[in-house]
């Protein structure tokens, strides 16, 4: 795989571009526009608040890149506010006795794991959000499903040719992944 090859899988596989357009037509898969709006509202306004964050912290040289891929920079720039903002916007969606709140804590669950597993290795977030999108779909498009996570390991194989992590990190991160797709697929259907 080349290096122009490896940026534009892991560009296509980036969380800020794969989350926000998975879950959205996830939620308006299940839902008409006007039940879902305010589910959107949290996908794209969570995306939108994050985004901000990451700029900020960027022009004040406190995150080295995009992709805050060092190590000891991630915690308090990426899982941190992750959890902050899901554990808002579950109780948003609560309050506003909107569906989806279970799925929003699973996915504060997964980010509060991979918190927790940053302290030993970098897990891949590219490999794990497209891992675990790839679950998502599954239960809802066999085919669509399928196609994700086929596509997973080449975003994941980009990551270690960019030179972003190491064959491990991406295989942990494919691995707890996998876990919680599992596990979503088989709790919250």
């Known amino acids: 795989m080349t290096k ?6 892991s560009t296509v596989g980036h969380p800020f571009v794969l989350l926000p357009v ?10 008409p526009f006007e ?9 794209w306004g969570s995306l939108a608040v994050m985004g901000a964050f990451l700029i900020v912290k960027k022009r004040k040289g406190k995150i080295s890149n ?18 902050i903002l899901l554990l808002a916007a579950a109780a948003l969606l609560y309050f506003f006795r909107q569906p989806f709140v279970g799925e929003t804590l699973f996915f504060a669950l997964l980010m509060a794991v991979c918190y927790a597993i940053n ?27 399928v196609a994700m996570l086929i596509f997973a390991p080449f975003v994941a194989w980009s990551r270690v040719v960019l030179g972003r992590h190491t064959q491990l990190e991406i295989l942990v991160g494919g691995l707890v992944a996998t876990a919680f797709g599992i596990a979503h697929i088989g709790l919250l259907g």
């Open 66 to 83: 995009w992709d805050v891929s060092v190590q000891s920079e991630r915690a308090r720039n990426i899982y941190r506010p992750v959890l």
């Open 119 to 145: 302290t030993k290795i970098k897990i891949s977030q590219h490999t794990l959000i497209v891992t675990y999108l790839g679950f998502l779909v599954l239960s809802a498009n066999l085919w669509a499903g």
């Open 22 to 31: 998975v879950l959205s037509l996830l939620t308006v898969r299940q839902l």
């Open 35 to 43: 039940k879902a709006w305010p589910a959107l509202a949290a996908i």
């Open 4 to 9: 122009s090859t490896a940026t534009i899988l």
